[in-house]
C-alpha cells in the first residue's frame, strides 16, 4: 500500500461504516486523511493568512488535527437516488 494510500484509507468498525467530521464546520469524509487536510484551514495562520513551517501550528501535527475531528459510526442506511445527492 503506497503512503497516499494509507493517508485516503477507509475504516469500519465492526462491519459498519467510519465517517469523520470536522468539529469546526461539520464537513464529513470516508477518510481520515482528507478530514485532517481539511482541518488544517481552520488552525492557527499568521496574520498574513499563511502557515509558517516549523511553528507549533504548521501542518501535520497528528495530536492538533485529531482534536478537530469527531469519529462517527454509520449504523442505518438506505438507498437514495443520484438526485437526492446535493453537487451532483
Known amino acids: ?3 497516499l494510500e494509507k ?3 477507509e ?6 461504516l467510519v465517517l469523520f467530521r470536522c468539529t469546526e464546520c461539520s464537513r ?4 481520515l486523511g482528507s478530514i485532517h487536510a481539511h482541518c488544517e484551514k481552520h488552525r492557527g495562520y499568521t496574520q498574513f493568512n499563511h502557515q509558517l513551517p516549523f511553528t507549533k501550528t504548521s501542518m501535520v501535527d497528528f495530536d492538533a488535527l485529531i ?4 469519529v462517527l ?3 442505518q442506511t438506505h438507498e437514495i437516488s443520484l438526485n437526492e445527492v ?3
Do not use: R
Open 28 to 31: 464529513t469524509s470516508l477518510s
Open 67 to 70: 482534536e478537530y475531528t469527531e
Open 7 to 9: 493517508f485516503h484509507e
Open 1 to 3: 500500500m503506497s503512503l
Open 86 to 88: 446535493e453537487g451532483m
Open 73 to 75: 459510526c454509520v449504523k
Open 11 to 16: 475504516y469500519e468498525c465492526d462491519g459498519d
